[in-house]
């Protein structure tokens, strides 16, 4: 059965690993990597990077654990420093809707904290995920203690609204080939690993299909026929272990096809 149709079971996953591992309250160096060398986290001065670390808590979580849930305080600024959390809502008629995977090396949740307000979305773990929780005192200890964090926020905050008008537009305005394409190829970009064959790339965010669908809005059925064609046409290659895009041009195009 295809990973698009079901991701594997992570119950062998949960019973191989460790509870003091779990437990550990320090980053490894490969999530410590992951931090640090994350865009916006890195433009910021030494001094304000050691004081957000030193703050913050490591919590680990299995994949399909709940971090947060939709309606409770915001009384954490989170940073993914492993694996993905999955941000979701839910429909007045219960369908669910994936807003985004926050990859390693992202920060977010600064804007209900802010605000003041109650969560607005379930935070849930995919795959084995670690975060850095900086509490609301600390965070705002930093606010007042470094006027280049507000500056810094404001940018990340620009940059969110840009994506997310983006995403709004192309839901608006594009057929579902040209948002599937364009959102498995910011997939790519986002967890793509080279395969040993030249040009190719595997995405390492394992999604089953019905996850791939809540974050176009449309069918699992529909999703599948589409990833089906583009297989046929050489764009992009169906394995049990994941995605392989075998042409990004040519997905690419299909994403702006509909743009022209």
């Given at each position: 059965?295809?990973?698009?149709?079901?991701?594997?079971?992570?119950?062998?996953?949960?019973?191989?690993?460790?509870?003091?591992?779990?437990?550990?309250?320090?980053?490894?160096?490969?999530?410590?990597?992951?931090?640090?060398?994350?865009?916006?986290?890195f433009s910021l001065s030494p001094s304000l990077r050691h004081d957000i670390?030193?703050?913050?808590?490591?919590?680990?979580?299995?994949?399909?654990?709940?971090?947060?849930?939709?309606?409770?305080?915001?009384?954490?600024?989170?940073?993914?420093?492993?694996?993905?959390?999955?941000?979701?809502?839910?429909?007045?008629?219960?369908?669910?809707?994936?807003?985004?995977?926050?990859?390693?090396?992202?920060?977010?949740?600064?804007?209900?904290?802010?605000?003041?307000?109650?969560?607005?979305?379930?935070?849930?773990?995919?795959?084995?995920?670690?975060?850095?929780?900086?509490?609301?005192?600390?965070?705002?200890?930093?606010?007042?203690?470094?006027?280049?964090?507000?500056?810094?926020?404001?940018?990340?905050?620009?940059?969110?609204?840009?994506?997310?008008?983006?995403?709004?537009?192309?839901?608006?305005?594009?057929?579902?080939?040209?948002?599937?394409?364009?959102?498995?190829?910011?997939?790519?970009?986002?967890?793509?690993a080279p395969t040993h064959a030249p040009g190719e790339l595997r995405i390492?965010?394992?999604?089953?299909?019905?996850?791939?669908?809540?974050?176009?809005?449309?069918?699992?059925?529909?999703?599948?026929?589409?990833?089906?064609?583009?297989?046929?046409?050489?764009?992009?290659?169906?394995?049990?272990?994941?995605?392989?895009?075998?042409?990004?041009?040519?997905?690419?195009?299909?994403?702006?096809?509909?743009?022209?």
């Amino acid at each position: 059965m295809s990973f698009l149709v079901k991701r594997k079971s992570w119950d062998a996953v949960r019973q191989s690993i460790n509870s003091q591992t779990m437990d550990e309250p320090i980053l490894t160096l490969e999530e410590r990597r992951a931090i640090n060398q994350g865009r916006w986290f890195f433009s910021l001065s030494p001094s304000l990077r050691h004081d957000i670390l030193r703050c913050a808590q490591v919590k680990r979580f299995l994949d399909g654990d709940l971090i947060a849930a939709r309606g409770d305080p915001a009384d954490q600024w989170i940073g993914c420093a492993k694996g993905a959390v999955r941000i979701s809502s839910s429909s007045l008629t219960g369908k669910l809707l994936t807003l985004d995977y926050v990859r390693p090396g992202i920060w977010f949740g600064d804007v209900t904290m802010v605000n003041d307000e109650l969560r607005m979305h379930d935070l849930m773990a995919h795959g084995t995920t670690t975060i850095l929780s900086v509490a609301r005192e600390d965070f705002e200890h930093l606010l007042a203690q470094y006027p280049e964090f507000s500056q810094a926020l404001l940018k990340l905050q620009a940059r969110r609204i840009q994506l997310l008008s983006s995403q709004v537009e192309d839901l608006a305005l594009l057929p579902l080939r040209a948002r599937l394409a364009k959102q498995v190829y910011q997939l790519a970009r986002n967890y793509g690993a080279p395969t040993h064959a030249p040009g190719e790339l595997r995405i390492t965010l394992q999604l089953a299909q019905e996850e791939l669908a809540q974050m176009l809005g449309a069918s699992r059925q529909r999703v599948n026929q589409e990833l089906k064609d583009m297989e046929r046409k050489g764009v992009l290659r169906v394995e049990l272990s994941g995605l392989v895009i075998c042409d990004q041009d040519a997905l690419l195009r299909i994403g702006e096809a509909a743009d022209a």
